[in-house]
């Protein structure tokens, strides 16, 4: 294993949209939105590319099933808290990622923008989970 985050290597999944809840007005509550998701994943992916084995590998499509079926089933009220449990998604999935950076947007909330919403970086290290 890598010893410091800077030698990590980035997995990433961009722009999975989904459509689910998220929300504080009532009619965010009744109707599904589209949420965008953004996902980096630090990990050392050295044993992968020595083997060429997925299962040395940072299984990308296992964690966005898993994010897909937060998204569609959980209904959080704000991009704060909905950003955090995808990041705890993603340690729990797959014990090799280290480090999370997490953007989730809500396209179309405020006039006149294309988007709004969060990022946030976790480390393994500091996570609850």
Known sequence: MVDTLSELDRVQIKDL????IIGINPDERLEQQEILVNVTLWADTGPAAASDAIEDAVN??????ALI???EGGAPMLVERLAT???EICFETDGR???VEMT???PG???HARSVGITIKRR???SDG
């Open 85 to 87: 449990e995808l990041v």
């Open 109 to 111: 909330a405020l006039r």
């Open 104 to 106: 989730v947007e809500k």
């Open 97 to 99: 990622v280290q480090e």
């Open 69 to 71: 079926a937060h998204l």
């Open 60 to 65: 990308y499509r296992t964690i966005n099933k």
């Open 124 to 126: 393994r290290q500091d």
């Open 17 to 20: 949209s989904v459509m689910g």
